[in-house]
């Protein structure tokens, strides 16, 4: 058994910089750019640096020391030639791709200790299992996502399978006292493809891939109908929990469950679930100025209920730099479907839902619950993107029934002089439109930094989050960091 903590647990998609990567699909950003620029260094090479900071996490207050580090290399991209047949006759560079390594090494030290006390200068909660020093390497990146070979190891900057009608924008890091070596893969050819999703290497839980293929290819390469693509997706939750070890030996549904030294919830009851699904895209139009492709996808999860997608992507291009990216998309649902099951927070989730009627209960517990019928809702998200100076996106979904809206909104400004800004917002479980910001069940992250010269910036960062109390319930939280970098371009 598992000793209980006094403290209370953070739950954070920690680091700044996946803010600003916050992924939309079909696109990959290398963090090591972003970083690289965000210190003053020269974007595309590399930086190491540090920073100082002061804030808070939970009832204490922290020095917090960063050693960081970025690297982005251009090498070449496996089965370029002859592969896409714009490359039939590569241009000079034609077949590079970037191979990006980000490292950071936190080290968080305890400079006010309020009650209940904890032991120890140095926060032993970020290196108490082995998992957690694989966190020195935040992520290795290799290509884009619609090369023929990408693959990142790590932390993910918003994993996607197919339409993201199962599996949109899956972030496997969510625990500030949890570190998790995930495995993202994608293979790309004429043919079809393969797309794979692991949660952690070292102790998996969360897996899906996606197969797809354009049939027409087989028959006639250079026919329009090379555009119609059928796909076939499988994602699992191989140990979803139903419920949780209790302080008490009763299990008396009013006992608060029992919190580890890592802060995390023991299973008393597990059960594997997960979602399979078919999808059929057909590209109808191709041009420079328009993108637009029509999609259908149809899921079942497992032992429970189906649901239909139908809806459309559009990417308008109206003028040079900037670029419109937008989804709609009707959703009908079974009785006890959710869309998109494993989303951004799906690692929080899995223990305590707020969607769908959820008080906070596991999802899959939530999802079996559901007796509302067959309901049909829609989904719509834009992204709007400026020669990569601003990227501003916004999602929006509803159904028939209470409780069951959600917002998404993601800023980033990389550089307006010397300030890059970003920003995100997300809202789930509510009812009207005039809920929109409220703060219950709110996720809220920003930063700023300031550029003083080529080698030193300022930081300030804010946060609402949601934080596992000493109960076992998760609950919203304002945390801060205020500090300072330094970093050397190379």
């Known amino acids: 058994m598992s000793t209980p903590r006094s403290g209370a647990s953070t739950i954070s998609i920690a680091v700044a910089t996946t803010i600003a990567l916050w992924a939309t699909p079909g696109a990959a950003q290398p963090d090591a750019s972003v970083g690289a620029a965000a210190a003053g260094a020269s974007p595309g090479v590399g930086y190491a640096g540090g920073e100082l900071g002061v804030g808070q996490i939970d009832e204490d207050f922290f020095l917090t020391v960063n050693i960081t580090g970025a690297l982005r290399l251009d090498v070449p991209k496996v089965f370029c030639r002859g592969y896409f047949d714009e490359l039939e006759v590569p241009e000079e560079g034609g077949c590079e791709t970037p191979l990006s390594l980000g490292l950071r090494v936190p080290l968080r030290l305890r400079v006010f200790d309020r009650d209940p006390q904890d032991a120890g200068v140095l926060r032993r909660e970020d290196w108490d299992t082995p998992g957690d020093f694989a966190r020195v390497v935040r992520f290795v990146e290799y290509g884009l996502r619609t090369d023929p070979l990408y693959g990142r190891l790590g932390e993910f ?20 006292d949890h570190y998790q070596l995930g495995l993202n893969l994608n293979v790309n050819a004429h043919l079809g493809g393969v797309e794979f999703v692991m949660d952690n290497l070292l102790e998996p839980q969360v897996w ?9 290819y087989l028959i006639d390469p250079t026919s329009w109908w090379t555009r119609y693509v059928i796909g076939l997706s499988l994602v699992l939750d191989v140990d979803a929990p139903l419920d949780f070890e209790r302080v008490s030996i009763e299990q008396d549904p009013a006992t608060p469950f029992e919190v580890t030294d890592d802060g995390r919830l023991i299973p008393s009851r597990e059960k594997v679930t997960g979602v399979l699904g078919i999808d059929h895209a057909l590209e109808l139009v191709r041009t420079e100025e328009v993108d637009f492709t029509p999609y259908i996808d149809i899921n079942l999860h497992l032992a429970q209920s189906a649901g239909l997608h139908i809806g459309a ?35 929080i989730e899995r223990e305590a839902f707020f969607g769908f009627g959820g008080q906070g209960q596991p999802k899959l517990v939530v999802l079996q619950g559901l007796d509302r019928g067959g309901v049909a809702g829609s989904y719509a998200e834009l992204t709007v993107d400026v020669s990569g100076l601003m990227t501003l996106t916004g999602a929006y979904e509803d159904y028939q029934g209470p409780e069951n809206a959600s917002v998404w909104l ?7 002089g010397p300030i890059t800004l970003a920003a995100l917002y997300q809202n789930s479980g509510f009812d009207d439109i005039n809920d929109v910001f409220s703060l219950d069940n709110t996720l809220m992250l920003a930063e700023a930094r300031y550029d003083l010269n080529p080698f030193l910036y300022l930081l300030a960062q804010a946060s609402r989050q949601f934080r596992l109390q000493n109960d076992g319930q998760y609950e919203t939280v304002t945390n801060w960091q205020l500090g300072a970098g330094a970093a050397i371009g190379f």
Do not use: W
């Open 157 to 176: 900057n918003g994993a996607v399978l197919g339409h993201g009608t199962i599996m949109n924008r899956y972030f496997n890091v969510l625990f500030l």
């Open 208 to 216: 899906g891939s996606r197969v797809f293929a354009r049939p027409a």
């Open 313 to 347: 992507l559009t990417n308008f291009r109206p003028t040079e730099g900037l670029s419109l990216l937008t989804r709609l998309e009707l959703r009908l649902l079974g009785q006890n479907h959710i869309p998109a099951y494993f989303g951004p927070l799906y690692e």
């Open 410 to 416: 993601r800023l980033q400004l990389p550089k307006v």
